[in-house]
């Protein structure tokens, strides 16, 4: 019995380490619309547009970006205007990995299905200024 729970936590353990391409992952170009605002960073791959509504997190990624102070002028401090705060679309372009967590989610609150962490940016462009969606 002790085996079988102690094979269990490993391959819980394993799987939450999965990447795209299997275990630990590979690293690849990705480009979308990332949507950042206080608390969230929703990538959208694909994407070549401002969603019309905010999109689920578990059907998208949470963007890690770590170099992100780089982007400097794209960025606008996050504002609330009392109902929202407000989210700043960007279009990117930039090699990265995806690494999913299917037992606990990715991003503020475990909310999205996984992460993608970006290792080189190649391009980032603001897509018009920052807005809210409507609740």
Not at 4 to 15: E, K, M, N, S, T
Not at 108 to 134: K, N, Q, W
Request: charge should be negative.
């Amino acid at each position: 019995m002790t085996f079988r729970w102690i094979g269990l936590v490993a391959l819980g353990l394993a799987l939450s380490s999965c990447s795209d391409g299997g275990f630990g992952g590979q690293t690849r170009q990705f480009s979308g619309v990332w949507l950042y605002e206080f608390e969230g960073s929703t990538f959208i791959e694909g994407a070549t547009a401002i969603p019309r509504e905010h999109p689920a997190p578990e059907a998208t990624d949470w963007l890690e970006w770590v170099d992100q102070p780089r982007l400097g002028a794209l960025m606008e401090k996050s504002l609330s205007n009392g109902d929202c705060y407000t989210v700043q679309p960007i279009l990117v372009t930039f090699v990265g990995r995806r690494t999913y967590h299917p037992f606990g989610g990715a991003g503020h609150m475990g909310l999205h299905r996984s992460m993608v962490t970006v290792h080189r940016t190649i391009s980032a462009e603001r897509l018009g200024p920052s807005f809210c969606y409507d609740s």
